[in-house]
DNA sequence: GCAGAATATATACTGAGCCATATATTACGT
DNA sequence: ACGTAATATATGGCTCAGTATATATTCTGC
């Protein structure tokens, strides 16, 4: 029969909260909102943490399938889950909206803009 | 000079996360989106918890300002707090769509619903 | 109208478990 | 070998539930 080829993954509100109240995490996504796809380097640039710092956190989030990930060479490129229910993002997309400008959420946003030597492709000059 | 009499306050993601990042507190929150005046009772029986917890869980929630509080004699009706941001109660009330009939959040939604002997006026039958 | 009981709610204290950070090390890919 | 990322380990701190207790308000009998 019909199927339905882009099924939404059930998510428990106690499986995202507890993900997006840690400061690192949640600025971790709010970038990915942005740019859809960074790898570690470049969230540990914007954020100014210690790379097994994001890595750990990164896990987190894999592990809780808010993000999934792609290996390109040696970097692996994060992004929000693409089958993330519509309530989820729509969370997401609410915070974003709630904390533009403040910090340090615009300050990550500007730095990620600024950084060097972005790796893989100019995706976003 | 005019003055915004309905000036929203400004909260944190990181204030709002973790406090329903725990099972009890968003369990509270959504049955406070429902029905906006609930009192500790009415709570405690819904949940089924012990008073002191559900107690304890709302000081929390009254210390993050994600509610508010109003004694009428033996009793203190809590609801989502009125100056919330409309981000926030967006958060809110998109989680309560995505839970819609899950666990726990209908039973609670049923529990109080068939709850005996509703303190205070007859407010939802 | 006051003393004491009853009810509703809040707080203090404890111990257990979980989570975060830092550091060091290992694995993977070129 | 070098750059990128993940994992291992140890330590410190935080959060939670349970118990006991405190406070506030109302009710009752006198």
Redesign the interface.
């Known amino acids: 029969m019909a199927q339905y080829i882009f099924c939404k993954m059930n998510i428990?509100?106690?499986t995202l909260?507890?993900a997006?109240?840690h400061?690192t995490r949640?600025r971790c996504l709010l970038l990915l909102l942005e740019h859809d796809e960074l790898c570690v380097c470049e969230l540990t640039y914007a954020l100014g943490a210690a790379q097994p710092t994001i890595s750990r956190h990164l896990a987190l989030l894999r592990e809780a399938e808010l993000v999934s990930d792609r290996r390109e060479g040696l970097w692996i490129h994060y992004r929000i889950h693409p089958e993330l229910?519509a309530?989820?993002t729509?969370?997401l997309h609410?915070?974003a909206?709630?904390?533009s400008g403040?910090s340090p959420f615009a300050e990550d946003l500007a730095a990620m803009k600024n950084m060097p030597n972005r790796p893989g492709a100019p995706r976003c000059a």
């Open positions: 428990s509100p106690l909260y507890p997006i109240a400061d949640l229910p309530w989820a729509n969370v609410e915070t909206q709630g904390v403040m």
